[in-house]
């Protein structure tokens, strides 16, 4: 039985597939046409303590998200609301809020597919008919630099193909993956220059 169809997207990986800049994403999500989401730990709002999925006001840490300059690695969470509540809450502990990565925020798939649809995001020229990819590149690179960026590379260049791998396994519809081979002719020039290769 295959895996069932991935839930969740980070923006890096909405702003690969829809060929735009992460800001935009996060701008239209600030104007209200997507909802940004993230898996927060237990933390405690007044009387009350919340942990798991929660809404995040993303207009808030757009500094993560600049279009010019360096954008910020990391934003204070000081409001959240949770799924199914009308009624935001502040974070009393931490009482600086929560830390947070720009690479935590997540959009759930049925809406952001609800989106494409109503705009036509991935309508393809006539020309293009029957060219579709069969894999998801663009996520995969978008995921790869975020990952690298967080956690460093691997110690070597088959652990990198085989995390490819893994990516392609756990968020392709049908859980397939391109063949080693393929992925390995894609990833060369990467791993040379992650390695400092001079000749590269």
Known sequence: ?????????SIYEISARWGCHP???AG?????HLQVLAGI????CGEETIAGLVEVPIAELMPMFRRYGPSEETARLKRV????????LQVTDPPDGLPIRSSDLLLAAGPVQQFEEERDLLRRPASNIGATPRYEWDAMYAWLTCHIFEKGPPATKTALIAQVQDWFVQNSPSGEAPDESTIRKRLTALWHKLRGDATV
């Open 81 to 88: 609301l949770p799924l199914g509540s009308k009624s935001w």
């Open 23 to 25: 800001a935009d994403v």
């Open 1 to 9: 039985m295959p895996l069932p169809p991935i839930a969740f997207y």
């Open 41 to 44: 730990p237990l933390v405690t």
């Open 28 to 32: 239209w999500a600030a104007a209200g």
